[in-house]
Nanobody
Framework: QVQLVESGGGLVQAGGSLRLSCTAS??????????MGWFRQAPGKEREFVAV????????GYADSVKGRFTIARDNAKNTLYLQMNSLKPEDTAVYFC??????????????????WGQGTQVTVSS
């Protein structure tokens, strides 16, 4: 079992930066045994993949829309996942969710590949 709590969302101007965090509470397995991902859902749209990171952080992957602007990272000693978002655009406005994958198939970019989800944190980018 994994409980995930996102934080760090907020309102930022276009071109600005935010860093999201996702803190995990695990039972039975350690955080480092889960591949982790970030997804987002904009108003009126389906939830979409943003980024994924392997269990030990050695591999990552990004949606084309965020590549070069966002960076996913993890600190397994702190049970925490991060998403550094730079050069934000109004189209990045969404609720951002972190997710954990029990049986890592890397890279996992589909929602149904993930087993646990956080409640989301709102990111709003003004123009």
């Amino acid at each position: 079992q994994v409980q995930l709590v996102e934080s760090g969302g907020g309102l930022v101007q276009a071109g600005g930066s935010l860093r999201l965090s996702c803190t995990a509470s695990t039972s039975g397995r350690t955080f480092s045994t889960y591949a982790m991902g970030w997804f987002r859902q904009a108003p009126g749209k389906e939830r979409e993949f943003v980024a994924v990171i392997s269990r030990r952080g050695g591999h990552d992957g990004y949606a084309d829309s965020v590549k070069g602007r966002f960076t996913i990272a993890r600190d397994n000693a702190k049970n925490t996942l991060y998403l550094q978002m730079n050069s934000l655009k109004p189209e990045d406005t969404a609720v951002y969710f972190c997710a954990a994958e029990e049986e890592p198939v890397f890279p996992a970019t589909r929602e149904d590949e993930y087993d646990y989800w956080g409640q989301g944190t709102q990111v709003t980018v003004s123009s």
